[in-house]
């Protein structure tokens, strides 16, 4: 179980689908440790599901400049575009299912070319190394890495240009804020000078995800939410 | 594009029981290929996934949307688990990631391996919880709920939700400072979620 998760907007943009690809990552490798942010995210589909449920429905099949003169018209428009759809499945070939899943997984799964432990980590310092995924996978401007802190190690001192995402995916590390165990999510923005030190039992591997370095809209936001204004 | 609230209430759909059973549909169509249930899914859902394209901006791509989602519930029937969401939900979460996909599309980079999707925004397929709530009640409460926000809390989610904007743009746009739009945010979702641990007792 998880004690450090996304906030409630950052979900709430998550459901929208209007969060960015790099940002839904590691939401995403979140959910896979969390039930109760899975629960929350149901809710918050649930409110997709009613505002949909509500919405005033467009005529289908008609252009959108032409305004249908009757309901019956509309209907033989959306009768001919089922009967459309319905030939093209037809058509179509089946895709292959693929690989099933039931419930929430580490989307990084099937993307990485080994497992963790044997992955082709490119030793930064002694004690810290990295698997830049940024330039593997699609993920927008976005700079995306596996980092690995040895055991009781400490990374020195250091900020950021622009927020850092980050999800414990094995081991612990604590900084000033906190202490943080596998599953965990952490937002940092630029103001955060921060020394993040491995717990001791074991090596920690951190998914982090920096993003471009963004505008501010002034002080007043940074103060109000000092840690989680990342997508300020 | 929302009906009034007053209009919402009179509205009788599946979540309170008394219009089809869109479950029950989609259960016809993942197991006997049902045609006539599956026209029923479509006539129902596939003008809403319109409006919900056109809401979005995506006025070109607003036929190609629906046709891709209605393709996908076809095929996918068989995967809709009812103690895990009701259909309109399930079928908004469909909507979103083709709509992801779509815009995706349009911007493909040459690096060599594209998470799909629907690996960044997943739809489980069972109920692997521990406390499961009955999903048609979940929808039910969270309608009534929504009933219950302030207007100006409302606008600001709608706009979030169902017009895809940035937190930033829907700011400009309702001419309240960034701060005010996200505390309106927080406090909807704050209230939405005691309102429906509220009814879950
Ligand atoms: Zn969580």
């Given at each position: 179980m998880s004690a450090h998760h996304p906030d409630d907007l950052t979900l709430l943009d998550y459901s929208a689908g209007s969060l960015g690809l790099a940002q839904a990552l590691a939401v995403s490798v979140h959910l896979g440790y969390c039930n109760q942010c899975q629960s929350q995210l149901r809710k918050l589909n649930a409110l997709g599901g009613v505002l949909l449920e509500e919405t005033t429905p467009a005529s289908v099949g008609a252009n959108d400049d032409q305004i249908p003169e009757q309901n019956h018209s509309q209907m033989e428009e959306l009768n001919k575009s089922f009967e459309a759809l319905m030939a093209r499945i037809e058509s179509e070939p089946v895709e292959p299912p693929k690989r099933e899943s039931t419930g929430f997984h580490n989307p990084l799964e099937r993307y990485l070319p080994a497992s963790l432990d044997e992955l082709n980590w490119q030793q930064q310092t002694r004690e810290i190394a990295k698997f830049d995924l940024t330039n593997v996978v699609d993920m927008g401007s976005a700079r995306v890495a596996l980092q690995k802190i040895k055991a009781g190690a400490k990374v020195p001192v250091h900020t950021h240009r622009g927020n850092e995402l980050t999800v414990v995916l094995k081991g612990g590390f604590s900084d000033e804020l906190g202490v943080y165990h596998a599953g965990d999510y952490i937002a940092r923005d630029p103001s955060h000078k921060h020394s993040p030190t491995a717990l001791q039992n074991e090596d920690c591997v951190c998914l982090t995800v920096l993003d471009a370095p963004m505008k501010f809209t002034g002080p007043l936001m940074r103060w109000l939410n000092p840690l989680f204004a990342w997508r300020a | 594009m929302l009906r009034t609230k007053a209009q919402s209430m009179s509205n009788t759909s599946s979540a309170n029981g008394d219009g089809p059973d869109w479950g029950e549909l989609l259960a016809q169509v993942a197991h006997k290929g049902?045609?006539?249930?599956?026209?029923?899914?479509?006539?129902?859902?596939?003008?809403?996934?319109?409006?919900?394209?056109?809401?979005?901006?995506?006025?070109?791509?607003?036929?190609?949307?629906?046709?891709?989602?209605?393709?996908?519930?076809?095929?996918?029937?068989?995967?809709?688990?009812?103690?895990?969401?009701?259909?309109?939900?399930?079928?908004?979460?469909?909507?979103?990631?083709?709509?992801?996909?779509?815009?995706?599309?349009?911007?493909?980079?040459?690096?060599?391996?594209?998470?799909?999707?629907?690996?960044?925004?997943?739809?489980?397929?069972?109920?692997?919880?521990?406390?499961?709530?009955?999903a048609m009640s979940t929808e039910k409460r969270m309608r009534e709920s929504i009933g219950e926000l302030p207007e100006e809390q409302m606008i600001a989610v709608r706009k979030v939700y169902y017009e895809g904007k940035t937190h930033q743009e829907v700011a400009e746009e309702l001419n309240v400072p960034l701060g005010t739009l996200k505390g309106r945010l927080r406090l909807s979702m704050k209230k939405l979620r005691v309102m429906l641990e509220a009814a879950e007792l």
């Amino acid at each position: 179980m998880s004690a450090h998760h996304p906030d409630d907007l950052t979900l709430l943009d998550y459901s929208a689908g209007s969060l960015g690809l790099a940002q839904a990552l590691a939401v995403s490798v979140h959910l896979g440790y969390c039930n109760q942010c899975q629960s929350q995210l149901r809710k918050l589909n649930a409110l997709g599901g009613v505002l949909l449920e509500e919405t005033t429905p467009a005529s289908v099949g008609a252009n959108d400049d032409q305004i249908p003169e009757q309901n019956h018209s509309q209907m033989e428009e959306l009768n001919k575009s089922f009967e459309a759809l319905m030939a093209r499945i037809e058509s179509e070939p089946v895709e292959p299912p693929k690989r099933e899943s039931t419930g929430f997984h580490n989307p990084l799964e099937r993307y990485l070319p080994a497992s963790l432990d044997e992955l082709n980590w490119q030793q930064q310092t002694r004690e810290i190394a990295k698997f830049d995924l940024t330039n593997v996978v699609d993920m927008g401007s976005a700079r995306v890495a596996l980092q690995k802190i040895k055991a009781g190690a400490k990374v020195p001192v250091h900020t950021h240009r622009g927020n850092e995402l980050t999800v414990v995916l094995k081991g612990g590390f604590s900084d000033e804020l906190g202490v943080y165990h596998a599953g965990d999510y952490i937002a940092r923005d630029p103001s955060h000078k921060h020394s993040p030190t491995a717990l001791q039992n074991e090596d920690c591997v951190c998914l982090t995800v920096l993003d471009a370095p963004m505008k501010f809209t002034g002080p007043l936001m940074r103060w109000l939410n000092p840690l989680f204004a990342w997508r300020a | 594009m929302l009906r009034t609230k007053a209009q919402s209430m009179s509205n009788t759909s599946s979540a309170n029981g008394d219009g089809p059973d869109w479950g029950e549909l989609l259960a016809q169509v993942a197991h006997k290929g049902d045609t006539m249930a599956f026209r029923k899914v479509y006539a129902h859902f596939a003008p809403r996934i319109k409006a919900y394209a056109i809401n979005q901006g995506m006025h070109q791509q607003a036929e190609e949307l629906v046709q891709e989602v209605m393709t996908s519930v076809w095929r996918n029937a068989d995967k809709y688990c009812g103690s895990l969401a009701s259909a309109s939900t399930w079928i908004f979460t469909i909507t979103r990631n083709q709509r992801i996909d779509l815009l995706r599309k349009k911007g493909r980079t040459s690096k060599e391996i594209t998470v799909d999707t629907e690996e960044l925004w997943q739809i489980p397929t069972e109920d692997t919880t521990i406390r499961s709530i009955q999903a048609m009640s979940t929808e039910k409460r969270m309608r009534e709920s929504i009933g219950e926000l302030p207007e100006e809390q409302m606008i600001a989610v709608r706009k979030v939700y169902y017009e895809g904007k940035t937190h930033q743009e829907v700011a400009e746009e309702l001419n309240v400072p960034l701060g005010t739009l996200k505390g309106r945010l927080r406090l909807s979702m704050k209230k939405l979620r005691v309102m429906l641990e509220a009814a879950e007792l």
